[in-house]
């Protein structure tokens, strides 16, 4: 901005010096606004220069976590042999990221012969698959006074960025086929509870599920790991339907969802629990709790409240998918009139429906907007007589309310 003030008010020095040198007929002056002419003439034609006939790679990290210190590498290549001043790097960032902390590049001086690299970092506050394309290189001439920009198109940058996990505290209810309970209330020794393999330990784990051995073996503490008794999956719907996703920022209900999300399939894979999304996932492919887990961030980084499919219509949609005995897990921000009777038709194929309910009103960023919240006390009475499981969910940790 300083450079630019500065080079307009040096042309409007020339012009005015021109002006005066014309009405009094002075040639020192006409002669004093010629050479100010040029040399602003020959900076304008030296940092118009310094932005053309560069070639740009751009290395960015594949996956990140919400709130993780991003890196991006700028490589750059100068396609002519010119001598340029130092030229600055802006890329051309996505806004739905909510980038904080985010660093200029350093100037650089692009030469023919050899790459120049340069950096700068972000946080990304906001999960979901990100792509970008183009930058914006910015150019000045030797003594500062003009800059010129010029946008160029780049090899496409692809991020993957995953949720963080939002603890919450709700004793969510589990089928009791599972096996579940008797994991975590102590008795899961004995028929329907079979050990599939051992894992790292981690914070909250029984000390009584240790494998000794193996931990002897390799000098790390090592824990069994548990199928469940019917191999009966979590399954888990987000509301998706546009216009229901209420908020703005990094945190709204739908984020809320998928951090929440992530936190309780977590806990349920450190229990042996299989879990999946029957209505966007074909098939499941991990088999570690960690390599689950991975799955499991990518698809909620994936997802996108922008269908024109209803919750309860989803849910049909999966019913198909579930077995007997098993449980879904419904997130819920807004009224879903068709989500009772959606559940009363799992209730009858033997699937056991769970609505996490929040509070849509909370996350409106000005009071004066209306919405209809899915803990609307008659909404969830008609889940409840649907035969539908109903938790609000809690605000706490989230930053709203």
């Known amino acids: 901005m300083i450079r630019r003030v500065t080079g307009r008010a040096l042309t409007i020095a020339a012009l005015f010096l021109v002006a005066v040198a014309v009405l009094l007929g002075s040639g020192g002056l006409f002669y004093m606004s010629t050479a100010l002419i040029a040399t602003i003439a020959a900076s304008r034609l030296q940092a118009w220069l310094s932005v053309r006939g560069l070639r740009f790679e751009r290395v960015a990290p594949e996956s990140v976590t919400a709130g993780d210190l991003v890196t991006v590498e700028i490589i750059v290549w100068s396609e002519k042999r010119i001598r340029r001043p130092l030229v600055t790097v802006v890329d051309n960032l996505p806004p739905r990221l909510h980038a904080i902390d985010h660093t200029e590049s350093l100037p650089i001086a692009p030469a023919f012969d050899q790459p ?51 603890p ?159 449980i879904v897990y419904l997130m819920a921000g807004v009224v879903d009139p068709s989500l009772p009777e959606a559940v009363r038709h799992a209730s009858n194929a033997g699937v056991q429906a769970v609505v996490l309910a929040y509070d849509a009103s909370a996350f409106l960023a000005t009071p004066r907007k209306q919405v209809a919240p899915a803990t609307d006390p008659l909404f969830l009475s008609n889940l409840d007589h649907a035969g539908a499981h109903v938790l609000v969910m809690p605000l706490e940790g989230l930053g709203v309310g």
């Open 116 to 166: 120049i690299r340069t950096l700068y970092q972000f946080r990304p506050m906001r999960r979901g698959k990100y792509g970008w394309i183009g930058l914006t290189a910015y150019g000045t001439d030797a003594l500062g006074l003009v800059t010129m920009a010029k946008r160029y198109d780049t090899t496409p940058a692809q991020m993957t960025v995953r949720p963080v996990p939002i």
């Open 168 to 326: 919450i505290s709700l004793d969510l209810p589990h089928a009791s086929s599972w096996g579940i309970n008797e994991v975590e209330s102590g008795r899961s020794r004995g028929a329907g509870i079979e050990p599939r393999g051992v894992r790292n330990y981690a914070a909250g784990d029984p000390l009584r599920h240790i494998h000794w051995r193996s931990s002897a073996k390799t000098g790390q503490l090592l824990v069994k790991e548990f199928e469940a008794g019917s191999h009966a999956p979590a399954a888990f719907i987000l509301q998706r339907t546009s216009g229901t996703d209420v908020g703005v920022g990094p945190m709204s209900t739908f984020e809320a969802m998928c951090g929440h999300v992530a936190y309780i399939c977590d806990r349920f894979l450190r229990q042996g629990v299989m879990v999946e999304f029957p209505t966007v996932e074909h098939r499941l492919k991990g088999i570690s709790h960690k390599e689950r887990q991975t799955e499991v961030l990518d698809v909620l980084a994936s997802l996108n409240p922008d269908s024109a499919e209803t919750l309860g219509d989803e849910l049909l949609r999966g019913l198909p998918k579930l077995g007997s005995g098993a």
